[in-house]
């Protein structure tokens, strides 16, 4: 992981403060805004996008409870960034509901996009 972006000079480098960063200035739009893009419900409430709970508690309350307060203690999570919410969805088992639809979609994409595919019976 230290060789991901060279040799570390004399600073650091944030994964996901960059990631976040790239994804403002290409102008992704907002986690409720791309969960409704791909058909899956807005979160109306912060609790809402991740309320796995691991021996009778919530598995990421206060990493949710964190970022509600960045975010200026809104009730919903309207304005928050897609990765930001999309790393919170993540359960014990994988990637949380957003991004596994969303990395679903790209395998989709790239597959029927791809005319020398095997299943494909149209490619001669």
């Given at each position: 992981?230290?060789?991901?972006?060279?040799?570390?000079?004399?600073?650091?480098?944030?994964?996901?403060?960059?990631?976040?960063?790239?994804?403002?200035?290409?102008?992704?739009?907002?986690?409720?805004?791309?969960?409704?893009?791909?058909?899956?419900?807005?979160?109306?409430?912060?609790?809402?996008?991740?309320?796995?709970?691991?021996?009778?508690?919530?598995?990421?309350?206060?990493?949710?409870?964190?970022?509600?307060?960045?975010?200026?203690?809104?009730?919903?999570?309207?304005?928050?960034?897609?990765?930001?919410?999309?790393?919170?969805?993540?359960?014990?088992?994988?990637?949380?509901?957003?991004?596994?639809?969303?990395?679903?979609d790209q395998f989709?994409?790239?597959?029927?996009?791809?005319?020398?595919?095997?299943?494909?019976?149209?490619?001669?």
């Amino acid at each position: 992981m230290e060789h991901l972006f060279g040799p570390l000079e004399f600073s650091r480098r944030d994964l996901v403060a960059i990631n976040i960063q790239r994804a403002r200035d290409h102008g992704l739009p907002d986690y409720n805004t791309v969960r409704e893009a791909y058909g899956l419900p807005r979160r109306h409430a912060w609790e809402e996008i991740n309320n796995f709970t691991l021996n009778d508690t919530l598995y990421m309350k206060e990493p949710i409870e964190n970022l509600r307060r960045v975010y200026g203690n809104t009730s919903k999570p309207d304005n928050v960034d897609l990765f930001s919410a999309g790393l919170l969805e993540t359960t014990p088992n994988g990637v949380g509901e957003t991004f596994r639809t969303i990395i679903l979609d790209q395998f989709l994409r790239i597959r029927h996009g791809d005319r020398f595919w095997f299943e494909n019976t149209n490619n001669g």
